[in-house]
């Protein structure tokens, strides 16, 4: 998977997450949320760019990602 997508821009990140919305339109809300909440979190709770001198990006995804988790438990 190409990951990069994650430490986009945060509009940019926003555009990819309707998105995949829109990919999985046929599933319920509720639904949705559990496990997009699931996939980020996993994603999380691991290093993403393993890479010297990709701190910069790690850390704009992290960012992308948690600001994500907040909005869906919202």
């Not at 509009?11 to 319920?28: K, M």
């Not at 509720?30 to 709770?45: D, F, T």
């Not at 701190?55 to 869906?72: V, Y």
């Amino acid at each position: 998977a190409d990951l990069f997508v994650l430490a986009s821009k945060p509009l940019d990140y926003l555009v990819y997450v309707r998105a995949i919305r829109q990919e999985y339109a046929a599933v319920p809300d509720q639904l949705w949320r559990q496990g997009r909440a699931q996939v980020l979190e996993q994603l999380v709770s691991q290093p993403i760019f393993s890479l010297p001198g990709q701190e910069q990006l790690e850390a704009l995804a992290r960012q992308n990602m948690k600001d994500e988790l907040w909005t869906i438990a919202s």
